[in-house]
Structure formats: structure tokens, C-alpha cells
């Protein structure tokens, strides 16, 4: 699996990460949601760089002009509901894409039984041939993401996959390596140290979908 760490150099999506941890910014929702949406933007860009192009004349006021466009068909997938945010900040970019959204939860364990990821709602478009991008913002352990690439994977084969995700901690990478073909690119806005008992990112950010959405029953 090929890993591109986008924060390793300093730019200003390094300043969109520090607002979106910070206690006090993340107060306002609305600002969160935003700051997550403008991580996705600069996150595009940097995938875009290894998508493919026609070069296209095209005709200006005053003339011609000799440019590219994007030659692939995009599939860009998010889950629901904390990928919202991320995945408007692909589309304002990546405006061409197909969209999908699918659910992913994890059940409680008990004594008897270890907890269980299930997959229940799809609104997906066909994705054979296609560059499949699945977006989410927290990567922990990364068994919600393999559940969700496996089940879209039911539905075809991809040309190409990318997963991007905002803060990733180490041990969601190393199932990621260990379960997803190793020609996926995985996009990370940033790595954190780890886990914690409970399989929360440390320092992480709180619950994405919370800050972004509301708390949850």
C-alpha cells in the first residue's frame, strides 16, 4: 500500500488540523465542519497530482489555449455520517465524481461475543473500471474501513483505490497494510501516537461525527 503523509511539511493544512482539535474552536460546529470540508479540498488537490489527463484545446475570448482535463472516471464514497464533511471538500474539487455514501457501526461486545462492524446502508454507482476514492476522517483501528472496502469491492473491481483519512493512528495503518491490496494509495491529512483502551485515537480530536453533526443517542 502505497502511504502519502500530507503533513510531514509544513503548509496551511496544518492549521486546519490544529482548529480542529482545539477544544475552544470546536465549539462551533459550523467552523469544524468547514475546516474538515477545506482538509478534504487540500487533500484533492494533492491526489489529483496522480490522476490521469488529456491534454484539450479549448477556446477562449481571444483565442485558443492548449490545457488538460481529468481523463478518469471518478467514484468518490464516504461514510456516513462523519465523512459528510470530508467528502463535500473532494467534491468542490473533484467536481466530476460520482458520489456514494454507505453506513458503517459497531455492535457492543459482551462476555460471550467480541464486538462485530456491519454494513447496512448503500447508495452506490457502478465502479468497475473506475478510480474508487473512499474517504473518512478517523482511522483507529481500521476495521470499519476494511468492512466497508470489502463490501464495495461486492460490487465490482475498481481500476484504481485511494482511501484518505484525516487523523490516522499507527494501528489502523498497519491493518490497512495487512487487509487492502498493496497498490491502494492511502492519503493521511496526519498520524497520531496511537490508541487508547477503549481504541480511541490519543490525542485524536473527539468524535468527528459529533463535533460535525451533534451528539448521538
Known amino acids: 500500500m502505497q502511504i502519502h503523509h500530507l503533513s510531514e511539511n509544513n503548509s496551511v493544512l496544518n492549521h486546519f ?5 482545539n477544544v475552544d474552536i470546536q465549539k462551533d460546529s459550523m467552523r469544524f465542519r468547514r475546516n474538515i470540508e477545506r482538509i478534504g479540498e487540500i487533500m484533492s488537490y494533492e491526489l489529483s497530482k496522480n490522476l490521469d489527463y488529456n491534454p484539450i484545446t479549448i477556446t477562449t475570448p481571444l483565442g485558443k489555449k492548449d490545457t488538460s482535463e481529468i481523463a478518469n ?5 464516504s461514510i456516513l455520517r462523519a ?8 467534491l468542490n474539487y473533484l467536481d466530476q465524481a460520482e458520489n456514494g455514501f454507505i453506513s458503517a457501526y459497531r455492535t457492543q461486545a459482551t462476555a460471550e461475543k467480541e464486538s462485530e462492524i456491519f454494513v447496512e446502508y448503500q ?26 472496502f470489502n463490501k464495495l469491492l461486492e460490487r465490482g473491481t ?6 484518505a483519512v484525516v487523523v490516522a493512528a499507527p494501528q489502523g495503518i498497519e491493518f490497512l497494510k495487512e487487509h487492502i491490496p498493496a497498490n491502494c494509495h492511502l492519503w493521511i491529512a496526519t498520524v497520531d501516537e496511537g490508541l487508547d483502551k477503549k481504541n480511541y485515537i490519543i490525542p485524536g ?12 443517542l
Open 73 to 77: 472516471q471518478l467514484v468518490l464514497c
Open 158 to 163: 475498481p481500476k484504481e483505490i485511494h482511501l
Open 83 to 90: 465523512g459528510l464533511a470530508l467528502h463535500q471538500g473532494f
Open 205 to 216: 480530536l473527539g468524535d468527528a461525527g459529533d463535533l460535525a453533526y451533534g451528539s448521538k
Open 123 to 148: 447508495a452506490i454507482p457502478v465502479i468497475n473500471e473506475k478510480i474508487l476514492l473512499l474517504v473518512d476522517p478517523m482511522l483507529a483501528t481500521g476495521q470499519s474501513m476494511v468492512a466497508v
Open 17 to 21: 488540523l490544529s482548529e480542529i482539535r
